[in-house]
């Protein structure tokens, strides 16, 4: 029936098109098979040869950064916890206390942690008196390691998240019962979750929530969802929902369009991408206003799961009309990898990264080649605005046993470095972390890397047990070398208003400091599940000067980002980088 469908609804736009360009424009065609804007795939899509990966990558950045500290340091790796007590099938940094949330599926009914006394068990049915004792979420110290369980009533299997304004965490969907539930966790040290169950007017099972430039969130997408809403606030339901034509012409028979890539652009308008295709959507119109060439190679979403990030946003003290935006796509697989690996056959992995610029009046998709092949990767944006692609496998794809072939060596990627210049290899860990990993940046400049559990449940005495160790990697800029020229963050206001410009001071006990090797960088923090981070963002300020302020210290002049366009409300982790190498993240809040 869905295929009949298609081919109505193909044959109908063509013979639509054939009549009047002005019913049907061209730049529609990309939601029809072979067709790219008009022209075909490879016209679109540039292709850098392979370049041996080095032992230095980067070098002079291009846009204006100054020269990077050069290290040879492939960094290194630490056993933060031996358990984490909830597998960290997801993760997200609750502002100001610096604790990470990390919370699995309550269907299981079993975790490694128990719920703290004078907290009650979870009634799973009443008539059979059966109850859940055993915790589903935690919360835990990216500094310390202290550990607090919380309680869930509604299942958060392969939900999505992000953070309000004010820093408090907002989770939707999930299975079952949990599958049209907003949930709200507020930063501070007593709260626990409040679940409202019928928030969400469709059930949202493997979705992608987004935030918008006034702080609310759009949710699109999950199993049998073809549509998007807007989260009501807190309490109430939305009933309201809009169909995407993109997602139902991205359906294919391994669906491969679940946890669609989803970044708030410059202009306010909402990249999405799904599969191998992409638009620009308006949240205020609701209507498609660009639609982007189509990547080739394969399926980039779930359970294809590659990985995405929107590159680094350079901001100026007075900033252009049309501000650049760039989006990453990294690995994935072939479109059949999922029917192929239930039949216990398990294809390479996707090597490729392609990068497209949105804004761009003819965008065209710049695909580079990755050391090795990656599925199920996280991409992290880091303090330094360098990008790290971590976890995954090499074979296979999302699913319960699916993948194969761990990728234990992370892969650093300078993305304003020069073309070919940009991949290196990094330590490895010796943890597999397969479907359901995680890893997140955090204060300390280090990135917090859990999860791991491609059974159904808890399980131990397998090919991958269930992963409950937590471990920090520090990346080459942790270099012990490179720790003279880390800045530190003297003071910095605790909150910035749109187009205002501020200071920040900073300790530096070095002579060599100008503005063209001193920055600061601005980071949100993710949600981050199923190879995808939702929200994450890097802001690149603009410097108007850097001016000596007395002994081994240093004051920035510069300017908060011109609208939620550009940057939404809420927090943000402020980093001063010198050459490359950053300090501790102090948090900010745009208000």
Request: overall charge positive.
């Amino acid at each position: 029936m869905r295929a009949s469908t298609r081919v109505i609804w193909t044959v109908s736009v063509l013979m639509l098109a054939a009549v009047s360009d002005a019913i049907f424009p061209l730049p529609f065609l990309p939601f029809l098979p072979g067709f790219n804007n008009g022209v075909h795939d490879h016209d679109d899509v540039e292709v850098a040869k392979p370049v041996a990966a080095a032992g230095k990558a980067g070098g002079k950045r291009r846009s204006g950064g100054g020269q990077d500290a050069q290290t040879n340091w492939p960094g290194k790796w630490e056993l933060f916890m031996e358990n984490s007590g909830v597998s960290a099938m997801h993760a997200g940094l609750m502002p100001l206390v610096n604790q990470v949330q990390f919370y699995d599926a309550t269907i299981w009914r079993i975790s490694k942690i128990k719920l703290p006394p004078g907290v009650p068990c979870h009634v799973v049915n009443a008539k059979t008196n059966k109850i859940d004792c055993w915790a589903h979420s935690v919360l835990i110290d990216v500094n310390t390691a202290a550990i607090k369980p919380l309680s869930l009533a509604t299942d958060t299997w392969c939900s999505s998240g992000g953070l309000t304004v004010n820093g408090t965490m907002v989770s939707t969907g999930g299975y079952g019962g949990g599958a049209n539930t907003a949930r709200y966790l507020a930063a501070c040290p007593d709260c626990g979750w409040h679940e409202y169950p019928q928030a969400l007017a469709a059930k949202r099972w493997y979705s992608t929530q987004a935030t918008l430039p006034d702080g609310k969130f759009f949710i699109i997408g999950g199993r049998d969802a073809m549509n998007y809403e807007y989260i009501p606030e807190e309490g109430q339901n939305n009933k309201k929902l809009y169909d995407s034509l993109l997602l139902k012409q991205t359906d294919d028979p391994e669906e491969n369009n679940l946890y669609p890539f989803v970044w708030l652009n410059t202009d306010g308008n909402l990249f999405i991408f799904a599969n191998n295709r992409s638009i620009l959507l308006s949240p205020k119109t609701n209507q498609v206003i660009k639609e982007f060439p189509q990547l080739p190679g394969g399926s980039r979403n779930y359970p294809g799961s590659g990985s995405s990030a929107l590159l680094p946003i350079h901001l100026y003290m007075k900033n252009p009309k049309v501000i650049p935006a760039e989006v990453l796509v990294c690995g994935g697989t072939k479109h059949d990898a999922y029917y192929r690996a239930s039949k216990k056959i398990f294809e390479p992995a996707l090597q490729d990264c392609a990068r497209i610029r949105i804004n761009s009046a003819k965008p065209r998709w710049k695909v580079e080649t990755m050391p090795t092949p990656r599925v199920m990767s996280d991409t992290v944006i880091l303090p330094s605005g360098d990008i790290l692609l971590v976890n995954g496998g090499k074979r296979g794809c999302s699913g319960w046993g699916y993948g194969k072939d761990p990728n234990f060596a992370p892969t650093l990627y300078k993305p304003r470095a020069a073309r070919g210049k940009r991949f290196r290899e990094l330590a490895a860990s010796n943890i597999p972390r397969m479907y359901h990993s995680t890893a997140i940046a955090i204060p300390d400049g280090k990135v917090l890397v859990a999860g791991s559990n491609t059974n159904d449940g808890y399980q131990y005495n397998v090919e991958f047990p269930t992963e409950l160790r937590v471990e920090k990697f520090s990346p080459p800029y942790l270099d012990p070398a490179l720790a003279p020229l880390r800045p530190k963050i003297a003071t910095s206001p605790k909150q910035i208003r749109y187009g205002n410009s501020f200071n920040v001071k900073v300790n530096l006990n070095q002579k060599d400091v100008t503005k063209q090797n001193l920055k600061l960088h601005m980071l949100a923090p993710s949600f981050t599940t199923h190879s995808i981070s939702m929200n994450m963002r890097m802001l690149l300020l603009g410097i108007g000067g850097v001016n000596p302020a007395g002994a081994g210290s240093f004051e920035i002049q510069t300017i908060a980002p011109p609208s939620g366009n550009v940057a939404p409300p809420g927090y943000y982790l402020l980093f001063a980088v010198y050459k490359g190498v950053p300090s501790t993240g102090e948090w900010i809040q745009i208000v």
